[in-house]
């Protein structure tokens, strides 16, 4: 049998909690609140609420997964200045992206480099047979005798 669901669990324990920290900020002076969220380092902790709320500490990942949970925490961190549940990964998400941006500029830097090499392995070559050709036409326009030569091969 699968476990019950964890939202209507937790919702009837977290609704009231936070309407009460709600009220709490509220009843601050505007130009003095101070966040009545557990918070550390200006987000939310998620790990204070769960213990607070009397939760398996290991549920703190549903409120992760589950925007019926981490939805209310989070209306109410950004009313209080504070960084919401799920803040690093979406920070995260364009670090991801620019990280896999440079990867592949990385590979195609690679198979450019390789190209290049091989370019030049080309010059290199076509530079030795002109001087070779230059030295064969001067010596026939020298002696006026034409040289037979093997065919060159180039590739």
Known sequence: MPPPPIVPQV?????????????????????????TLPSVSGKVNLAEIVRVLGLNPNWDQHFH???????????????????GIGSRSAKAEPEDAVK????????????LAEQLAEAQAVI???QREI?????????VQDSGVVLRTAPVRTA
């Open 11 to 35: 919702l009837p324990l977290l609704l009231p909690y936070l309407q009460a920290l709600e009220q709490e900020w509220m009843a601050q002076p505007a130009d003095r609140r101070v966040p």
């Open 65 to 83: 997964h589950k925007k019926d949970l981490s939805g209310p925490v989070n209306a109410l961190a950004r009313a209080q200045g504070l960084e």
């Open 100 to 111: 896999k941006v440079i990867a592949r500029q990385g590979g195609d830097n690679k198979r």
């Open 124 to 126: 290199i070559r076509q």
């Open 131 to 139: 001087v070779s050709l230059k030295a064969q036409l001067g010596l």
